[in-house]
């Protein structure tokens, strides 16, 4: 068996898409790091990996170059202040097709409280959400890259992303639910 080498991982996007069933859960469990600990079959098969790939490796190895930083850094600040987070995010399978999910991420708590890893489970998206999310990322993408640095590329998209919520006169939380109940039949 081979390992996975960091060169393997930085396979560039083929613009094919992939799909998985609406009666399938994609799910995965992370250290508190956001290295993975468990990755069902609905995960492996989609993201074209196998078990032994994919456990140890950060999160990160099924990036997509397309998802702005801004929206993983509102991930990350939401769940380790213990909250959970719902978000769209498209992957990048071992070959470089990507497929959408509508992610519930939340942290796991030890026995006295503190955050021993995080678990996400993912869903189909709807279609008529992704007509909003797309355009969105593609806009705070955009800003991010106009930046000098990684740090003002999530400020700024993240400060994009609030002006937006701003003029819709709504919550991060609220758009998901939204977006999400406005589900196309
Ligand atoms: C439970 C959990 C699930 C995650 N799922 C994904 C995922 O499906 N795709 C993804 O790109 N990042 C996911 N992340 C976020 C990654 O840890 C990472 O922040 C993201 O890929 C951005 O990586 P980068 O900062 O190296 O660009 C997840 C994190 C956690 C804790």
């Not at 678990?119 to 955009?142: D, W």
């Amino acid at each position: 068996m081979t390992t996975t080498t960091a060169s393997e991982r930085a396979k560039s996007p083929t613009g094919r898409e992939r799909f998985f069933r609406e009666d399938e859960i994609i799910v995965s469990k992370t250290d508190p790091s956001g290295k993975l600990v468990y990755a069902n079959e609905v995960f492996l098969t989609i993201a074209g990996y196998t078990e032994r790939e994919v456990l140890g490796q950060p999160h990160s190895m099924i990036r997509h170059p397309d998802m702005p930083r801004g929206v993983f850094a509102l991930l990350w600040e939401t769940i380790a202040s213990g909250s959970e987070i719902f978000a769209y995010v498209v992957n990048l399978a071992k070959n470089g097709d990507h497929y959408w999910v509508f992610a519930h991420v939340t942290p796991t708590f030890g026995p006295t409280g503190e955050i021993v890893g995080y678990h996400s489970s993912r869903r189909v998206p709807s279609a008529s959400a992704l007509r909003t999310i797309i355009p969105l990322y593609a806009e705070m993408s955009a800003v991010e890259r106009a930046q000098p640095s990684k740090r003002e590329a999530v400020l700024a998209s993240r400060a994009l992303l609030d002006r937006k919520l701003e003029a819709l006169g709504v919550a991060y939380d609220e758009l998901m639910f939204a977006l999400e109940t406005g589900k196309e039949a």
